[in-house]
């Protein structure tokens, strides 16, 4: 069965500083994946897409991926109140399938 | 970028009243819709998937004759939940799919209370 493996949390980070947030996958064939942010009460937001190994960086927000690992990460500098959130981890292991992680809870302490 | 509308996005309702839920892609094609169902404090779960023209395919564990899905145009899927009870008070959320990754939008959202 294909899985998306995600720390719950909550993971407190405090403000200024880096939150990192770690995802694993089952499926060796997956070729895409990607990040999304959700708020309380509200649907999830694309923020990261990747695609292949290496450091994918867009802002404030950076995307690693190592797929010999099956591993994929979020990397948010300069934590802001605003990016607590739950972060939700997804890999697109076929076409048309998108498999999501539970989410991973993130806090930033002011 | 693209966007999903979902509507409407807070419904109240009796229990044993059927509610529909449409979501709309506005600036492109969707040829499939995935539905999602979210309680409280947890994950997504996947519900059902919708192709345009075609059956819908339920997950496991999800009543097909409960949760009615139609897919009718390439810019509409609609959900109704057919006589609701309490319990399927929830946040549910469709997302677009068709044509490239990067289109997997989510919409906004539809909050279901059932009294």
């Known amino acids: 069965q294909k899985e998306v493996e995600q720390n719950s949390g909550p993971l407190s980070v405090p403000e200024g500083a880096i939150a990192s947030l770690n995802c694993t996958y089952s499926d060796r064939g997956s070729q895409s994946f990607f990040w999304y942010r959700q708020y309380s009460g509200k649907s999830p937001e694309l923020i990261m897409s990747?695609?292949?190994?290496g450091d994918k960086e867009d802002g404030r927000f950076t995307a690693q991926l190592n797929k010999a690992s099956q591993y994929v990460s979020l990397l948010i500098r300069d934590s802001q109140p605003s990016d607590s959130a739950t972060y939700l981890c997804?890999?697109?292991?076929?076409?048309?399938?998108?498999?999501f992680g539970k989410g991973t809870r993130l806090h930033i302490l002011p | 970028g693209a966007v999903v509308s979902q509507h409407p996005s807070r419904v109240i309702c009796k229990s044993g009243t059927s509610v529909k839920i449409e979501c709309r892609s506005l600036?492109?094609?969707?040829?499939?819709m995935f539905w999602y169902r979210q309680f409280p404090k947890q994950s997504l779960m996947l519900m059902a998937t919708s192709n345009e023209g075609s059956k819908a395919t339920y997950e496991q564990g999800v009543e097909k004759d409960k949760f009615l899905i139609n897919h009718a145009s390439l810019t509409l899927s609609t959900l109704t939940v057919t006589s609701a009870h309490p319990e399927d008070s929830s946040f549910y959320i469709c997302?677009?799919?068709?044509?490239?990754?990067?289109?997997?939008?989510f919409g906004p959202g539809t909050r279901l209370t059932v009294l």
């Open positions: 600036d492109f094609q969707a040829t499939t």
């Open positions: 997302r677009s799919g068709g044509g490239g990754t990067d289109t997997q939008y």
């Open positions: 990747i695609y292949s190994n």
């Open positions: 997804a890999v697109n292991p076929e076409e048309r399938v998108i498999i």
